[in-house]
């Protein structure tokens, strides 16, 4: 069985300052993890994906996320944020082989303020 | 290339009925799973269809259905429709089931009333 919490469910941050958004997952098989971006009225969009390879993944608009297997980690990080950036995120894990679909946390919805 | 589309986008239906969702993947893609999203629940994931068979299904009752065509496109069925069947309806199609990268349609946004 796979599992993933996303700490906080709203996040708010000033447009320029570090965006941090949180994962935590628990699986019984190396994991496969993801980060999509849902806006509005909108389906989602994958913002960057770790599938064993380098630690340190880089994705779309100035992502970017951590593996940490220590600590069952994939938190997401942008060094400054913009306006857009302001929509629901949810981080997601699949076993390989994808068994049982993408598992997803209940979302963060980030707060950009001006 | 053209993403994943969905039709329709908005539907509203009356408790009991029965509703048919519709998903292209994107050309090439021959996987197709559905996820249904809602408040209270999130994002959960309903079932897998590749090369018409169903792969995988989630924790879901037996009023939820799909199916998968030579093209690769998919439906999906709720019968006798709960008020709580009112949800965002997602499709997402992947290259094969072992690509773990997949890519999602806008979705079809459901009210039972």
Redesign the interface.
Same mark, same amino acid.
């Given at each position: 069985a796979q599992s993933v919490t996303q700490l906080g469910s709203h996040v708010s941050v000033s447009e320029g300052a570090l965006v941090l958004l949180r994962c935590n997952y628990s699986s019984s098989v190396p994991p !496969?993890l *993801?980060w !999509?971006v849902q806006y509005p009225?909108?389906?989602?969009? @994958?913002l960057l994906?770790y599938?064993s390879a380098a630690t340190l993944v880089k994705g779309i608009n100035g992502f970017e996320a951590e593996f940490k297997k220590s600590e069952t980690s994939f938190h997401l990080t942008k060094p400054s944020a913009h306006m857009s950036d302001a929509a629901e995120y *949810?981080c997601?894990v699949?076993s390989?082989?994808?068994?049982?679909? @993408?598992?997803?946390?209940?979302?963060t919805h980030l707060i950009i303020q001006p | 290339k053209a993403g994943?589309t969905q039709t329709p986008r908005y539907l509203i239906k009356t408790r009991g009925q029965q509703v048919t969702l519709s998903c292209s993947p994107i050309s090439g893609h021959r996987s197709v799973?559905w996820?249904q999203q809602t408040p209270g629940q999130?994002? =959960? *994931?309903l079932?897998?269809y590749f090369s018409e068979t169903q792969r995988?299904k989630?924790n879901f009752p037996g009023r939820f259905s799909g199916r998968q065509f030579s093209n690769s496109r998919s439906e999906m069925n709720v019968s006798t429709l709960e008020l709580g069947d009112s949800a965002l309806y997602?499709c997402?199609s992947s290259l094969s089931?072992?690509s !773990?990268? =997949? !890519? *999602?349609?806008?979705?079809t946004r459901l009210t039972v009333t």
């Amino acid at each position: 069985a796979q599992s993933v919490t996303q700490l906080g469910s709203h996040v708010s941050v000033s447009e320029g300052a570090l965006v941090l958004l949180r994962c935590n997952y628990s699986s019984s098989v190396p994991p !496969y993890l *993801f980060w !999509y971006v849902q806006y509005p009225n909108q389906g989602l969009q @994958l913002l960057l994906k770790y599938t064993s390879a380098a630690t340190l993944v880089k994705g779309i608009n100035g992502f970017e996320a951590e593996f940490k297997k220590s600590e069952t980690s994939f938190h997401l990080t942008k060094p400054s944020a913009h306006m857009s950036d302001a929509a629901e995120y *949810f981080c997601a894990v699949s076993s390989r082989g994808g068994a049982d679909g @993408l598992t997803f946390g209940k979302g963060t919805h980030l707060i950009i303020q001006p | 290339k053209a993403g994943v589309t969905q039709t329709p986008r908005y539907l509203i239906k009356t408790r009991g009925q029965q509703v048919t969702l519709s998903c292209s993947p994107i050309s090439g893609h021959r996987s197709v799973s559905w996820y249904q999203q809602t408040p209270g629940q999130g994002l =959960q *994931f309903l079932f897998e269809y590749f090369s018409e068979t169903q792969r995988n299904k989630g924790n879901f009752p037996g009023r939820f259905s799909g199916r998968q065509f030579s093209n690769s496109r998919s439906e999906m069925n709720v019968s006798t429709l709960e008020l709580g069947d009112s949800a965002l309806y997602l499709c997402a199609s992947s290259l094969s089931p072992a690509s !773990y990268e =997949q !890519y *999602f349609g806008p979705g079809t946004r459901l009210t039972v009333t």
